[in-house]
């Protein structure tokens, strides 16, 4: 299934299950509980994020290329840091970068999103995927001089401002998908594509990251698990980085999900 969340035109919000016309129906029920997709055509006047997380876990240089473009080390265990739930961002809606605590090297990082359906701990990873709802497009926006020079020694300042993670267009169910690592991934900044790879190419891959994030932790239903960034980040742009300004327009695409827009503009 290909779940979209979206406000209707009394300014609600719903969950939808998209339809291979094009059109949606409205599920009722909570798609991490019960819920039932009805024959009701969604009112769909604004698309929300898929989901909306009760937390979001990130893992760092899962890609071997990004690892090697950013000239650190292959982890030997996943990379984690955490987002706070104020970076959720809908698709069409502005990245802001921040202009209070400054910063003038904000980046995008396409990623696979992985949501947790169901509660979960010491999963193995055999039966990992059997927790996942499903998976959606995702960019880990990243202030990279808090994040490295300016975050004292931790990820996590460069990585938490408001609206540093889009996700969207919709979540689709595994059964929908060639498989979370068999995925062709790629960002386009203004049109020009700047990173295009393969979700193949991931150190830990999604069996492994669930059944480490899940060790002695409970993973909630409605977990978002950002699983790593191919190469071709601004930060390692030659001969000068390629940081985002204002106007510009960041587009995530992930096969078998979609293209997950959004344009940027200041705080």
């Known amino acids: 299934m290909k779940i979209i969340r979206y406000r209707d035109s009394s300014g609600k919000n719903h969950y939808g299950s998209e339809q291979t016309d094009g059109s949606s129906l409205r599920i009722e029920g909570d798609v991490l509980g019960a819920h039932r997709v009805t024959a009701e055509r969604a009112d769909l006047r604004k698309l929300l994020a898929p989901i909306v997380p009760t937390q979001i876990l990130g893992v760092g240089l899962n890609y071997r290329h990004h690892a090697q473009e950013s000239g650190m080390k292959v982890p030997e265990v996943p990379v984690l840091f955490v987002k706070g739930l104020n970076t959720l961002q809908n698709p069409g809606d502005p990245i802001l970068i921040p202009t209070h605590l400054a910063s003038t090297e904000v980046d995008y990082e396409c990623e696979l999103a992985v949501v947790i359906g169901r509660a979960c701990k010491n999963v193995s990873r055999e039966r990992a995927l059997d927790y996942v709802l499903g998976v959606t497009c995702a960019n880990d926006v990243s202030a990279r001089d808090w994040q490295i020079k300016r975050g004292g020694g931790q990820w996590c300042r460069g990585k938490f401002f408001d609206t540093f993670c889009p996700l969207g267009p919709r979540l689709v169910t595994l059964d929908e998908v060639a498989g979370p690592n068999r995925l062709k991934i ?27 994030l899940s060790g002695s932790t409970t993973l909630l239903p409605g977990t978002v698990i950002l699983t790593g960034t191919p190469h071709g980040v601004g930060m390692a742009a030659k001969p000068l980085p390629r940081w985002l300004k204002p106007g510009d327009t960041v587009t995530i695409e992930i096969e078998g999900i979609g293209r997950l827009s959004n344009p940027v503009a200041l705080e």
Do not use: C, H, R, Y
Request: net charge negative; glycine share 4%; hydrophobic share 50%.
């Open 186 to 212: 790629a960002t386009e900044l203004n049109g020009v594509k700047v990173q295009d790879w393969t979700t193949s190419d991931m150190i830990f891959d999604v069996p492994a990251l669930i059944e480490f």
